[in-house]
Each structure stands twice: as structure tokens, then as C-alpha cells.
């Protein structure tokens, strides 16, 4: 399974954006797995932001439930990220995940979202 992510960017402080991750390869895997965003700001580590499992079930870090929301198209072949209301402390590279059943991560390539003051 690959992973891209896209839709990072600068924004002022309050603003908007939505982050994009497309998954490819076997369609078994993509169908089975459980998808989640990760960030990782400078100087700090990598922390999960949001996940989403394949019954619909999701998860949020404390530091961003009520702004952002994670979802899932019908194919489960594509996970967005919806980021409102955002704070320069969201300030960081996004990292698309897939949690397959086997217990391993596959990762896609980070996107940059800067939220300026």
C-alpha cells in the first residue's frame, strides 16, 4: 500500500484547510485498514492527530477535538483531514498513516501546514 498526502499550505490564524491522503495498491489492504493523520512540529515528536477506523470509528488528541474532523470516502481509498478554526501551534509536518490489520504502519510523505499569527 502507498500513501500520498496533499492540501497542507500557510494560513492565518482561524482559518481553514483540508488535508488530503490517497492510498493505492491492494485494494484488500486499503479496505481493511484503519487510517489516521499524524504531525510532527519542529523540535518535537511525532503525535497522532486523528484516526478512523473501518467500521467509522474515530479517535482525536485533545488538542484539536471540536476543530479538526477525519473522515473517509466510500471506496476507503482516500482519508481527509478538515482542519477549522486553526492555531499557530498546529504549525507542522502532517503525515498521512495506515494501520493494517498485521499491525504495521505504512506512511506516506509529510505535507507542510504553517498557520501564521
Known amino acids: 500500500v502507498q500513501l500520498q498526502a496533499s492540501g497542507g499550505g500557510l494560513v492565518q490564524a482561524g482559518g481553514s484547510l483540508r488535508l488530503s491522503c490517497a492510498a493505492s495498491?491492494?485494494?484488500?489492504?486499503?479496505?481493511?485498514?484503519?487510517m489516521g493523520w499524524y504531525r510532527q512540529a519542529p523540535g518535537k515528536q511525532r503525535e497522532l492527530v486523528a484516526s478512523?477506523?473501518?467500521?467509522?470509528?474515530?479517535n482525536y488528541a485533545d488538542s484539536v477535538k471540536g476543530r479538526f474532523t477525519i473522515s473517509r470516502d466510500g471506496a476507503k481509498t482516500r482519508a481527509y483531514l478538515q482542519m477549522d478554526s486553526l492555531k499557530p501551534e498546529d504549525t507542522a509536518v502532517y503525515y498521512c498513516s495506515g494501520f493494517l490489520p498485521s499491525g504495521i504502519n505504512v506512511w506516506g510523505h509529510g505535507t507542510l501546514v504553517t498557520v501564521s499569527s
Open positions: 495498491g491492494s485494494s484488500l489492504s486499503i479496505r481493511s485498514m484503519g
Open positions: 478512523i477506523f473501518v467500521r467509522g470509528t474515530t
